[in-house]
């Protein structure tokens, strides 16, 4: 059948000269697609483009990368992430696929923006950013202009796993042994709630619940723009109060407003924490740390003392668990508990529910007995 309905979306898909046609009916109902699908093959059978007047494929990817900009990256995207994608846009991709049509951008042409970007000195993790924003910019294109094929495949550099850096407990509390005040208590959060930067400026005490010693982690601070957002990945997560930080807040308790400010009452700006930051890692004679750090040394810490990564997942707001899984290397505890239980000491009978080491040792002393090896009271 040539129309049917995808998604909630009724469409037409046909053939014609051993090509294939795919397009939403613009009205979305079986009896719009059936005349959508007539219009189509008159097109078709008149020589004329399947795109009407305009054929889209043509499109220029300059042409289409500043409207995909305006209207999907500013809606969607923060103002850190629109404007590393505008960079990326303006520096990069739109100098060297700017002038080809959208709908003629072939595996080739990103293997050589791949070849001449590696050429620059540019590596692999940093081509590959550009490659995310490439696709995303590409498959956009392919679905608004409804061009009848699929986006190119994109080659995906091969990039090693990302360095974790974190402090260890030593490091922490030297740490938070040489800042005072309103710094003290926010590295005290950081390192204990996993907070980004942003969330924590964006604290308010109306977020924090004293009944529950729970902190609700519902905004995040632009500096850029001045204003409250969601968190990252828009997802509002609950975050357990150990002692120490819910004695620390505890003492200078609100009932509204932000939770760190500077003298003005006005949340602090990222130069101000990066600057003291640094202040305090010199006194306490560590390297120089950026406050993302003191989030990972948080997950780092968890996943040392075994705590499932499923859960410091959930705690740190990570969308999907690739994110999480970074710190799995540094759960030793938990990979050995896992070897462990391969030990034939550590089987259990199904029938009886004992351990069949029990079985096993018995075993071994009754051959040591007979060898005259170990004392019959062993």
């Known amino acids: 059948m040539a129309v049917r309905k995808i998604k909630q979306s009724w469409w037409v898909d046909l053939r014609a000269d051993r090509i294939r046609y795919r397009k939403r009916s613009p009205e979305n109902s079986r009896t719009g697609a059936l005349a959508f699908e007539a219009t189509l093959r008159q097109r078709l059978a008149r020589g004329e483009s399947i795109h009407g007047a305009t054929d889209n494929k043509r499109v220029s990817f300059e042409e289409f990368a500043w409207k995909w900009f305006d209207d999907y990256v500013v809606p969607n995207n923060r103002f850190s992430e629109q404007r590393i994608k505008r960079y990326t846009l303006k520096s990069s991709l739109i100098p060297f696929f700017g002038k080809i049509p959208v709908g003629e951008i072939k595996r080739y042409h ?11 000195g540019l590596g692999n993790k940093s081509i590959k950013n550009h490659l995310t924003v490439l696709s995303k910019c590409l498959s956009c294109a392919y679905d608004w202009l409804e061009v009848a094929s699929r986006p190119p495949g994109i080659p995906w550099p091969k990039c090693p796993p990302p360095q974790t850096d974190y402090l260890s407990p030593d490091e922490c509390e030297m740490l938070l042994a040489s800042a005072t005040g309103t710094m003290r208590e926010m590295l005290l959060v ?7 930067q942003g969330e924590l400026k964006g604290l308010q005490w109306s977020a924090i619940d004293w009944e529950n010693r729970v902190v609700i982690v519902k905004a995040s601070y632009c500096d850029r723009e001045k204003n409250i957002g969601p968190p990252k990945n828009n997802r509002i997560r609950s975050i357990p109060l150990d002692v120490d930080v819910y004695e620390t807040l505890f003492r200078r308790r609100q009932k509204t407003g932000y939770v760190f400010t500077n003298p003005m009452g006005r949340p602090l700006n990222h130069s101000w924490l990066s600057d003291h930051l640094e202040r ?6 560590l390297r120089r740390i950026s406050w993302h750090v003191l989030r990972h040394t948080f997950a780092s810490h968890l996943a040392m003392r075994g705590v499932p990564l499923n859960t410091v997942q959930v705690l740190l707001g990570h969308s999907t668990i690739v994110m999480t899984m970074r710190y799995a290397h540094v759960a030793p505890s938990t990979m050995r508990a896992a070897i462990e239980l391969l030990n034939p000491r550590r089987f259990t009978r199904a029938e009886h529910g004992q351990p069949a080491g029990n079985r096993w040792q018995e075993e071994q002393k009754r051959l040591e007995m007979s060898k005259g090896t170990l004392p019959e009271y062993a």
């Open 110 to 120: 990103i293997e050589k923006y791949k070849a001449l970007k590696v050429k620059n």
């Open 190 to 196: 950081a390192l204990r709630t996993g907070m980004r």
């Open 280 to 285: 305090v890692c010199k006194k306490a004679g």
